[in-house]
């Protein structure tokens, strides 16, 4: 399995739910992030999970709340998202250090109303 | 910090080859992906170079000259399903991945 698997690959979702995108690797990496791509502009990373462990917070606002329950799983939790949050969201997974086995999930489009 | 720069639109014809260029700034560089995404798709991985040099595969080649801060992708015999985003991105020693703006570019036949 050299795939990165991402649940659901679309979602519309009201200011105030409670939302969850998923994302699933079976490649034994060991390191996992999430990004954020607003169309026509590169993807920005938001979270870094290493060895399960948060990393790197990039400055993300608390609406976003990421969880890695183990080495294979990682989540993003939303909540009182905005309508700017609307984006790409894409969770991609590497082996580690170096960069190597850099893999990308398909995404999932979310639109908040 | 990391700073990558590469051109925003290009153009290229049906059967030709273009050339896109991307230099970088960045402290403790550790490779360099080019990526190629299609509108509103995931990035799909092209090259990674974390040595200089030529890297060939197929119609696509990627170049790295790491004193100069330059890589560019080649792409040869164009095709039309070759007009995508070419995105250009960096990692340092602690494996974040950071991207430039993005190449669009058209292929017209």
């Known amino acids: 399995d050299t795939e990165v698997t991402q649940t659901p690959k679309h979602l519309v979702m009201g200011m105030t739910n409670k939302k969850s995108l998923k994302c699933e690797q079976h490649m034994g990496h060991r390191a996992m992030y999430w990004y954020k791509q607003k169309a026509k502009k590169p993807p920005e990373l938001m979270f870094v999970?290493?060895?399960?462990?948060?990393?790197i917070n990039e400055s993300v606002p608390s609406r976003f709340s990421p969880e890695c329950p183990n080495s294979s799983l990682l989540n993003l939790h939303l909540h009182a998202l905005q309508p700017e949050d609307s984006a790409l969201y894409l969770c991609a997974s590497s082996q580690g250090p170096g960069g190597s086995g850099y893999t990308f999930g398909s995404g999932t489009r979310l639109t908040v109303v | 910090g990391q700073n990558i720069d590469q051109p925003t639109e290009m153009t290229a014809t049906e059967g030709a080859i273009v050339q896109i260029n991307c230099t970088y700034q960045t402290s403790g560089f550790n490779g360099l992906f080019w990526y190629q995404q299609h509108a509103g798709e995931a990035p799909t991985f092209l090259s990674y170079?974390?040595?200089?040099g030529l890297e060939e595969k197929g119609r696509f080649s990627s170049f790295l000259s790491r004193s100069k801060g330059y890589s560019y992708l080649l792409l040869k015999e164009l095709q039309m399903k070759d007009s995508a985003s070419y995105l250009c991105?960096?990692?340092?020693?602690?494996?974040?991945?950071?991207f430039g703006g993005g190449t669009r570019l058209m292929v017209k036949p």
């Open positions: 999970y290493s060895y399960e462990k948060l990393s």
């Open positions: 170079n974390v040595l200089d």
């Open positions: 991105a960096v990692t340092n020693a602690g494996n974040m991945l950071t």
